[in-house]
């Protein structure tokens, strides 16, 4: 039998050792002061869905909410987040599902068929390396290095035309997902510029084929820019065969993570349609050209391709050529049946010279959009 008046006094104390006012949690929690009051002193207590979320919230499982001054974490040794990654994650070998324990005194995803996935340095590690001529190892040498790359001022050619910040803030609002997948996360500074902003109960999943910057991820991200209602879970994995679930995410985010994919750019599009959820979608920014007939794009493609490094290089830029129409047109025929975009700003002038200009950040002549990609409601059978 619960008891209502300790479960209300444990709410009230919870509260008051976060900081907030009962008007500010029910503003956070879409109920109104009088909902707060009532579970407070004993009159009521918050349905399962409510209890879920001051369980994010308050960081504690439902359990101690209810009156089981010992929290599920405590007694399994695993942090809540993880075992929270059970119903997402698959085992990418054999596409079973992954279940955590403590081996060794160190927590790991096993699946049934024997295959291991450790934790080391708080990212579940599958084993992935970093892809070729986008090595974080080469851009930074060590955490002091990585440290620059949040400090240092944006590149103000990114700066130009309308906030992207805003435009992808706007549609995470609208979907307030539980479950938000950042792919091809690099250094996070897409999510970055959204972390303080989110107010609703959510598990954000970084992921990028390094291990090493998730492990400075999560160094940065835990030190320096915390938020209440959110959890972050590194996970070390190729984006083009994700190690979660279909239909697991309710978002997917990426900030020039796509491209930043290289050659599997459009394997990352469609693993993000497979594991969406039914009616959810992906929010990202894309860099476009004008058009293949347009003699400024023709001038600055022309210029990009001569300063490849080699013939592979050269591949992977033609196919990031492409327009708005032509990525419109391959997201319809990944599944996405809704494809929205907004014009960041324009491409750059192309310049007066037979030489390609840049030697870091090659795609910032190009056009940039955000769009906002989703999957079509899963009709019940």
């Known amino acids: 039998m619960l008891d209502k008046d300790k479960i209300g006094a444990r709410l009230g104390a919870l509260r008051k050792s976060r900081g907030f006012s009962q008007a500010l949690l029910s503003e956070r929690l879409n109920v109104s002061p009088q909902a707060v009051s009532k579970w407070e002193t004993g009159q009521s207590i918050p349905d399962l869905e409510t209890l879920v979320a001051l369980s994010w919230i308050y960081r504690v499982s439902i359990n101690t909410l209810l009156g089981n001054d010992m929290p599920v974490e405590a007694v399994a040794g695993i942090e809540r987040k993880y075992l929270l990654l059970e119903q997402l994650l698959q085992c990418p070998q054999c596409r079973s599902g992954l279940k955590v324990s ?220 492409v327009d708005v129409e032509e990525w419109t047109a391959f997201c319809q025929s990944v599944g996405f049946t809704e494809n929205r975009c907004v014009k960041i700003y324009d491409e750059l002038p192309a310049p007066d010279t037979d030489r390609f200009p840049f030697k870091n950040e090659v795609a910032q002549w190009m056009a940039e959009y955000v769009f906002t990609s989703r999957k079509p409601e899963e009709t019940p059978e």
């Open 102 to 321: 403590v081996q060794s005194g160190r927590p790991a995803f096993c699946c049934p068929n024997g295959h291991a996935y450790g934790i080391v340095d708080g990212v579940v590690d599958f084993g992935t390396r970093e892809i070729p001529g986008e090595q974080w190892s080469l851009s930074y040498r060590n955490y002091d290095a990585y440290l620059q790359e949040h400090r240092l001022p944006r590149n103000p050619k990114y700066d130009r035309g309308e906030d992207n910040a805003e435009i992808l803030w706007k549609a995470l609002e609208k979907q307030r997902p539980a479950i938000l997948l950042d792919v091809a996360c690099g250094t996070g500074q897409g999510i970055k510029r959204q972390l303080d902003r989110i107010c609703w109960p959510t598990t954000i999943l970084m992921t990028d084929i390094s291990h090493r910057i998730l492990k400075w991820n999560n160094l940065y991200y835990t030190a320096e820019l915390q938020n209440p209602f959110v959890d972050i879970v590194y996970l070390a994995c190729d984006g083009a065969d994700l190690p979660l679930r279909d239909g697991t995410a309710d978002c997917v985010f990426s900030y020039a993570g796509y491209e930043s994919m290289q050659g599997k750019m459009a394997d990352g599009l469609r693993e993000a349609h497979r594991v969406l959820r039914g009616g959810g979608c992906s929010v990202y920014t894309k860099s476009v050209i004008a058009g293949h007939d347009n003699a400024n794009s023709r001038k600055w493609m022309a210029l990009l391709l001569s300063a490849a490094d080699d013939a592979r290089e050269a591949e992977w830029w033609k196919r990031e050529f």
